[in-house]
């Protein structure tokens, strides 16, 4: 009887503690009733009982994207599914409500009465938080027990907790819009193209292409058989009465926006007008097959009324057919463990689609004469840890263990002020270094889950059409094989290359958002035959490939002539690692 009447006692003290206010010591009412069991808001009138709330199993989860792309010949849409670390987000996210909640019950009793309710981050500081914003409650538009409440039982359990967020479930994969300047790219094509059109007709012949090997010898200044987009450009050419090629110091006027790469959402995708807008070559307010290059049995689908003709109307029903592609995409912060597949339609690629697939998360899809790049990125390694520490250094006072309330003055501990209550995870009034770590590691690790799609269109130069191996240089192959790898991309049908080979292609980047700032890589060169730069051939033959381009010239080779043309079994006057490997293999038989 007797610890009843006190902790009734208790309890009316708490009620009746004022409130908080700048400068001064906050209640310790609210702090202690947080870790009184069955304690909940005090009702003078009965609540109807309602069912108890349970949450929905089959609700879908924000994981799945669609990627829009308006080639230049038709639409491809790519659906991508996204996991991290080998998990569902749906799982993820759950997993990492259950441990905030977890964190905020503070008397373990599987529910959040009044006051734990005060110390949760709120729906819109979750969001904050997925977007890379450390939370603190203040100015916050917090729900209260009542908000949170769904069956009226006076607590809140985990499913009425989590079933708050899913508004910030949506932020959890954000979309990014990227502007990628090609001045660069514009004045290599430029001088790397004047160089190789030594006629001047401002097309590249077979026979030009041919002899773009000749190129290494006055450009090629460190002697490594290879050209890189430096040598390329460090001695512009200057013809006869031509304006030297020179690096431009002023800022091209902004770009207008390129709107033919998209992404959206699930359930949200491009309407028909755009099609029509993207592939009404005649402006007649409607699309034919020729205008369009879908698939039969797809433009057929479409076709409601049998005329031959694509309206606006017929083409919204585009976003409901199955995706051209489906792709799965797991971002890992072991860069072994990153994925990206690519699947077509019926298992069966479209006859003017190539499909690349590399390594690290990467796969490249081919559409005519565009291309589609799917990559990941992984985070720094360490960098969730280091970050906490950072920030534990730099708002917690280093020289001592804990700090009070009375404690904390100056701008300098706003934050710790303002977290207190939160953080005091034993609610004594004493906010240790350790309990303010662990309440960082759980933002930090809601930062952490955020991941990022960055999107963009660029125009390769050709350089980057001419690199096969995406290493940043142009080897003694790549410059020999130049033309009938560039002649596929040439829409004008003709036989020689023009600059109307250098189509926009597309790049789309998903990495964990907290760490999108050391990502520099975005885009890697989307126009290289991806996993071909894969170390491989006998140890020997690597050794001896002094620039890394796979090949091993007769300057790079030790060893006498005889021996070299006995290895190069083509007689390119390059030994491949595939001509090292059958090599090796032949003497591992003697």
């Not at 932020?171 to 193209?193: G, H, K, M, N, Q």
């Amino acid at each position: 009887m007797t610890r009843f009447l006190l902790l009734l006692l208790f309890a009316s003290t708490a009620s009746a503690a004022p409130p908080a206010s700048p400068g001064l010591p906050r209640p310790t009412g609210p702090r202690g009733d947080s870790f009184l069991a069955g304690l909940a808001e005090p009702t003078k009138v009965a609540k109807p009982v309602r069912p108890k709330f349970e949450l929905d199993p089959k609700a879908a989860f924000p994981d799945t994207l669609d990627v829009v792309y308006l080639a230049n010949s038709r639409p491809v849409r790519v659906r991508v599914t996204l996991t991290a670390n080998g998990k569902p987000l749906g799982e993820l996210w759950r997993a990492h409500l259950k441990k905030l909640f977890d964190a905020f019950d503070r008397d373990r009793d599987g529910s959040l009465n009044r006051f734990e309710v005060d110390n949760i981050f709120s729906p819109k500081g979750l969001s904050g938080l997925l977007g890379g914003s450390y939370y603190h409650g203040a100015g916050d538009d917090g729900k209260t027990l009542a908000d949170l409440d769904r069956d009226g039982d006076g607590r809140v359990s985990f499913a009425e907790f989590a079933v708050s967020y899913d508004e910030a479930a949506a932020d959890l994969v954000r979309l990014r819009s990227v502007t990628l300047d090609d001045t660069f790219d514009r004045e290599l094509t430029a001088e790397l193209f004047a160089r190789l059109d030594t006629n001047g007709d401002k097309k590249l012949s077979k026979d030009e292409l041919a002899n773009a090997e000749s190129l290494l010898h006055s450009l090629d200044t460190d002697e490594n058989e290879a050209l890189s987009a430096f040598e390329i450009r460090r001695t512009p050419m200057v013809r006869a009465g031509a304006t030297p090629a020179v690096m431009s110091t002023e800022r091209p006027p902004p770009a207008k926006p390129d709107t033919s790469l998209r992404l959206y959402r699930a359930g949200v995708a491009i309407d028909g007008a755009a099609l029509v807008k993207r592939y009404d070559a005649n402006k007649d307010g409607r699309v034919v097959k020729a205008e369009i290059a879908l698939d039969a049995p797809a433009f057929a689908k479409l076709d409601a009324n049998g005329d031959g003709h694509l309206t606006d109307a017929e083409l919204d029903g585009w976003k409901n057919l199955e995706p051209d592609f489906t792709a799965a995409v797991n971002l890992a912060h072991d860069t072994a463990k990153r994925l990206a597949v690519l699947t077509p339609r019926g298992g069966k690629l479209p006859a003017d689609c190539e499909l690349r697939t590399g390594e690290a998360g990467r796969v490249v899809l081919r559409i005519g004469n565009q291309l589609l790049d799917l990559s990941t990125a992984a985070p720094p390694p360490g960098g969730v840890a280091r970050r906490v520490t950072d920030q534990l250094n730099s708002a917690f006072p280093q020289d001592q263990k804990f700090v009070t309330d009375s404690s904390l003055a100056g701008p300098q501990f706003q934050f710790l002020r303002v977290v207190f209550e939160s953080a005091d995870a034993n609610g004594d009034g004493k906010l240790t270094r350790e309990e303010f770590k662990k309440y960082l590691e759980l933002q930090e690790e809601t930062i952490n889950l955020a991941l990022t799609a960055s999107f963009g269109t660029r125009r390769p130069s050709l350089f980057q059409l001419m690199d096969d191996n995406g290493d940043n240089q142009l080897g003694i192959r790549e410059l020999r094989t130049a033309f009938q790898r560039l002649i596929v991309l040439e829409p004008t049908g003709s036989d020689t290359v023009t600059q109307a080979a250098l189509q926009p292609s597309a790049s789309v980047r998903f990495g964990f958002a907290a760490f999108l700032g050391s990502d520099y890589n975005m885009p890697v060169n989307p126009f290289a035959r991806t996993g071909a730069r894969k170390v491989s051939g006998p140890l020997w033959f690597r050794k001896m490939d002094r620039n890394g381009d796979n090949d091993v010239s007769r300057a790079e080779f030790i060893g006498p002539r005889e021996k070299f043309d006995e290895l190069d079994a083509d007689g390119d006057g390059l030994i491949s690692a595939a001509e090292a490997d059958t090599a090796d293999k032949k003497l591992r038989k003697k």
